[in-house]
């Protein structure tokens, strides 16, 4: 894990997403958070939490484990989107009315993505 691509993920999360990033956050294995723009810790750990309960509730059903992401749909236009990527996660609150859904999918989210990959190997 390299501290300095950590940041510049929190970085082009800023600039690409603009105000539409409420707030972003690596988080470890444990929930904490590693670096980030305006985290909030207790949302990390109760997203990691949320994560921990996904791949245990998929585990042992039918269904195939989790892969890149998901993402909560919440009132008020706010979603969050949580990459996995081994024992860590990077996570984004977003304010949607400031973001189309297509941008997030299929450009600024793989973008993201495979930076945090990157620097989490």
């Known amino acids: 894990m390299e501290l300095a691509k950590l940041n510049a993920i929190v970085d082009k999360a800023k600039s690409e997403l603009g105000a539409a990033l ?16 305006k985290p909030n810790h207790a949302v990390g750990a109760m997203l990691s939490e949320i ?4 791949k245990k509730s998929l ?3 039918d269904f195939p484990s989790l892969n890149k992401y998901y993402l909560i749909d919440m009132k008020d236009n706010t979603s969050i989107m949580v990459m996995n990527s081994g024992s860590f996660e990077y996570a984004m609150a977003l304010d949607m009315t400031k973001l189309q859904m297509g941008l997030l999918m299929s450009v600024v989210g793989p973008q993201l993505f495979e930076m945090f990959q990157d620097a989490v190997k």
């Open 51 to 54: 994560t921990g309960a996904i």
């Open 22 to 37: 409420i707030s972003c956050a690596v988080l470890g294995d444990d929930g904490q958070v590693l670096v980030g723009h």
């Open 59 to 61: 585990a042992t059903s």
